[in-house]
């Protein structure tokens, strides 16, 4: 099974609530790589890059506002399946559906205020690395546990 990235951002929300240590701490419990990790404080400009594929839908500018209303906090996890695994960990979109014991399920009660983003897709994943993180900026090593993670 080939590893692969996703991106993540902690929302403004997450961030001023104080759970960017809880967030983080279920993807490493759960043997996901961390392999890059920022405090933003996110400008119009990369929010509506960011949000692009939404330009013209009603929720685009409250959305851009939002983003931009709070630092975020900007991540690139590793690992076997883990766009699919990430998104699973978070819960559905709005908060009201997504089942306790996931992020959103969790920590969220409201679909304008869920917590947090994470890629859909490879090409997303790709998209939102390469938008955020330069190369540089993306760790590259082994965690001593990852031998123990996986068949």
Do not use: C
């Not at 929720?59 to 695994?85: C, D, H, Q, R, W």
């Amino acid at each position: 099974m080939e590893k692969e990235r996703t991106f993540v951002m902690i929302k403004p929300d997450g961030v001023q609530r104080g759970l960017i240590g809880d967030i983080i701490h279920r993807f490493e419990q759960k043997g996901i790589k961390l392999v890059a990790l920022k405090l933003v404080s996110v400008d119009r400009k990369l929010a509506e890059k960011h949000y692009g594929v939404h330009k013209g839908k009603p929720f685009f500018e409250p959305t851009v506002k939002y983003i931009i209303s709070s630092p975020v906090i900007a991540m690139v996890l590793e690992g076997n399946n883990v766009i699919e695994l990430v998104r699973s960990m978070m819960g559905k979109t709005d908060p009201r559906n997504a089942e306790m014991g996931s992020i959103r399920g969790d920590f969220g009660q409201f679909i304008g205020r869920n917590i947090v983003h994470g890629s859909d897709s490879e090409e997303t994943a790709s998209f939102e690395i390469n938008l955020w993180f330069k190369p540089e900026e993306i760790a590259k090593y082994n965690r001593i546990d990852e031998e123990w993670l996986t068949e």
